[in-house]
């Protein structure tokens, strides 16, 4: 069983950077791929990042060049630096584990992130 637990949210002003982390318990963390998720009221649920288990990165276009996907396999965590935030960054963000082929995929309770213009 794989546990995710963000923090790091809260509320910042335009202009502005958050760091979120993301806790994983469990076995063989560096063999999941790893993503970002967000929710803002009313819409969808939508990729913001992801990192795949040997390291290689994707972003969604609204974020390119502002947003950073980490992850450090020896302490399992997995970071998103959050720089430049603008107001529609704000939502509710959700650290995903996934493991596509064996059909695993986990989610963490989120994190709200405000971002006040």
């Known amino acids: 069983q794989v546990q995710l637990v963000e923090s790091g949210g809260g509320l910042v002003q335009a202009g502005g950077s958050l760091r979120l982390s993301c806790a994983v318990s469990g076995s063989m963390f560096s063999r999941y791929a790893m993503a970002w998720y967000r929710q803002a009221p009313g819409k969808q649920r939508e990729l913001v990042a992801r990192?795949?288990?040997?390291?290689?990165?994707d972003y969604a276009d609204s974020v390119k060049g502002r947003f950073t996907i980490s992850r450090d396999n020896a302490k399992n965590m997995v970071y998103l630096q959050m720089d430049s935030l603008k107001p529609e960054d704000t939502g509710v963000y959700y650290c995903?584990?996934?493991?596509?082929?064996?059909?695993?995929?986990?989610w963490g309770q989120g994190t709200q992130v405000t971002v006040s213009s």
């Open positions: 990192i795949s288990s040997s390291g290689v990165v």
């Open positions: 995903n584990a996934y493991r596509a082929l064996l059909g695993y995929d986990y």
